[in-house]
């Protein structure tokens, strides 16, 4: 039983920076993968980022390869992703999202969701 809220969206220009943030409840949290999905209006939910619960595997969209770094402090339950360099096709509603296994969010599959935090970059 995993509950998830993030946290830290907001407005920002073109090559701007923004952490998000993603607080757990439960202590599952600590040994489940954890991840990132996005979705923009009118698109296709995107795979962003996962990371196991040892922090043993990472993975990574193509579309943020270079420019995202996930992270999380287990000890905290708390989940982050920084986020650098910032498009406009960055534009979207990040979700966080917790499973068993951190293939499974890649796969674009996770067993909990938050309720998500708005990205805006401006042109």
């Known amino acids: 039983q995993v509950q998830l809220v993030e946290s830290g969206g907001g407005l920002v220009h073109t090559g701007d920076s923004l952490n998000l943030s993603c607080a757990a409840t439960g202590p599952a949290f600590k040994s489940y993968a954890m991840g990132w999905f996005r979705q923009a209006l009118g698109r296709e939910r995107e795979f962003v980022a996962a990371m196991s619960w040892s922090g043993g595997v990472i993975l990574y969209g193509d579309s943020v390869k270079g420019r995202f770094t996930i992270s999380r402090d287990n000890a905290k339950s708390m989940g982050y992703l920084q986020m650098n360099r910032l498009k406009p096709d960055d534009s979207a509603v990040y979700y966080c999202?917790?499973?068993?296994?951190?293939?499974?969010?890649?796969?674009?599959?996770?067993?909990?969701w938050g309720q998500g935090t708005q990205v805006t970059v401006s042109s």
């Open positions: 999202v917790v499973d068993p296994a951190s293939s499974t969010i890649a796969a674009g599959r996770g067993d909990y």
